[in-house]
């Protein structure tokens, strides 16, 4: 069974247009739940223009499913994550200003800096998933680094899938397997959607979790959130 983790930056993001609280996070993370989600995921990124620190705090006591957050591993980011201490840390190496994270890890030049803070997280009994590309090395070392799994970057997936949807799975299938053989578990996301994720799902082996915030948030916008979390999930049957 692959896990369906709902990203609800989207969510903040709108919030955030007016400064009061509508739509209340709180309440979409428990209605994602609720609708049937199996995880939420929030990225606080430094600028705070979607999820806030704040809110981080707020939602642990909410979540009743898997809490996953992801975000760039700053000393205040550290912070946040070991007092809230959600099931999962997921650890991109975005940039302050990235508008959305494209680009895995590279575990080898950063080896020194991701063990030492993998090494936290663990000690502190967070499960760690290092946001990676498809490359072989790269994810070996990511095993070597002691990381529990690894999140394979999807958004080369899904441009390739709109040109080529029968071979743009092949170099993800390669990298599961290769996760798998080095003792990772595996998640992936970014940029899957309805079109495309259903097919992933059929050709990617060992994939526990897929992360989703973009394309569902402005599927709910059309369908509603409870039939789109439905649509998710079917995709993943
Ligand atoms: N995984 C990571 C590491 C991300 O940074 C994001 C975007 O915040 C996602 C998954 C979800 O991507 P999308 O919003 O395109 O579904």
Redesign the pocket.
């Known amino acids: 069974m692959t896990k369906l983790s709902v ?1 609800i ?1 989207k969510i903040a993001l709108i919030r955030n247009a007016r400064g009061n609280n509508m739509p209340d996070i709180l309440e979409i993370a428990s209605s994602c739940e609720r609708f049937g989600a199996d995880g939420i ?1 929030v ?1 606080p990124r430094p600028d705070e223009r979607h999820i806030r620190y704040q809110d981080v705090i707020d939602l642990r006591p909410r979540i009743t499913t898997e809490f996953n957050i ?1 975000g760039y591993p700053s000393p205040r980011f550290i912070d946040l994550v070991l007092k809230v201490k959600p099931h999962q840390v ?1 650890l ?1 190496p ?1 940039a302050p200003d990235a508008l ?2 494209n680009a895995g890890w590279d575990t080898v030049s950063h080896a020194a800096f991701l063990s030492e803070v993998l090494e936290a997280f663990c000690a502190a009994g967070i499960r760690t998933s290092l ?1 990676v590309e498809t490359n072989t090395r790269i994810i070996e070392q990511a095993a070597k680094l002691g990381a529990d799994r690894v ?1 394979l970057y999807t958004g080369p997936y899904a441009e390739a899938f709109v040109h080529h949807p029968e071979t743009a799975a092949r170099p993800f299938a390669l990298a599961a397997e290769v996760a798998h053989k080095n003792g990772l578990s595996l998640n992936a ?4 959607n309805l079109h495309n994720l259903k097919a992933f799902h059929e050709q990617v082996p060992y994939v526990e979790e897929v ?6 948030v402005c599927d709910a916008l059309y369908m509603g959130l409870e039939a789109t979390i439905k649509a998710y999930q079917n995709c993943l049957k």
């Open positions: 990203n930056n995921t990225h992801e997921t991109v975005d959305t994270s946001f999140e996301g970014h940029d899957l992360s989703i915030g973009h394309a569902l």
